[in-house]
């Protein structure tokens, strides 16, 4: 994947025995931001994250963010939650919203359930604190799956297992 930044799983390839052995149906979860994180969160428990630096003007944050969840939400996608944008500063959530638009565009266009969740109910979820801070989202991590994660990982981790925890197979 070009731009990606961190990767640690295997998202973009995976071997026929990869998949066999952590299975197939999963929950994508998904942080926006200038660095986007992506977690595919398996009905196994098994994760793989990465995060992918998105370039820097609007229209090619979401175009490339388009692309990119238009190759990870596959068939096997059971639902897709989405951090919704939070910032205090114009500049940012002028690139955020459009960015939600384009992710929660993909998933209608693909057929696939989604949900807008904010960062403090993430936060809750996975440290039973509103306002703990990324290190403690990337150590409640490292806690729940045994691998270290960058920051927007972590979010996108958390907001899978949002999603995975709170929706009934």
Not at 36 to 57: F, M, T, W
Not at 87 to 108: N, T
Request: charged share 20%; net charge positive.
């Amino acid at each position: 994947m070009a731009g990606a930044v961190r990767h640690t799983g295997g998202i973009a390839k995976e071997s026929a025995r990869e998949v066999g052995a952590i299975g197939r149906n999963y929950y994508l979860g998904v942080d926006l931001g200038t660095t986007a994180g992506l977690a595919r969160l398996y009905e196994s428990g098994a994760i793989d994250c990465l995060s992918h630096k998105v370039k820097p003007s609007i229209h090619e944050r979401c175009v490339g963010l388009a692309a990119i969840l238009d190759r990870m939400i596959t068939p096997d996608c059971i639902g897709v939650c989405i951090e919704e944008p939070f910032s205090g500063q114009f500049s940012s959530v002028k690139a955020l919203f459009p960015m939600m638009g384009v992710a929660v565009l993909v998933c209608e266009q693909k057929g696939v359930p989604w949900v807008l969740v904010n960062l403090m109910k993430l936060k809750v979820h996975a440290t039973g604190k509103g306002n703990a801070k990324k290190e403690d989202m990337q150590a409640a991590a490292k806690a729940r799956w045994g691998k270290d994660l960058g920051p927007d990982e972590a979010d996108a981790a958390w907001a899978a297992a949002y999603m995975a925890d709170r929706t009934p197979l």
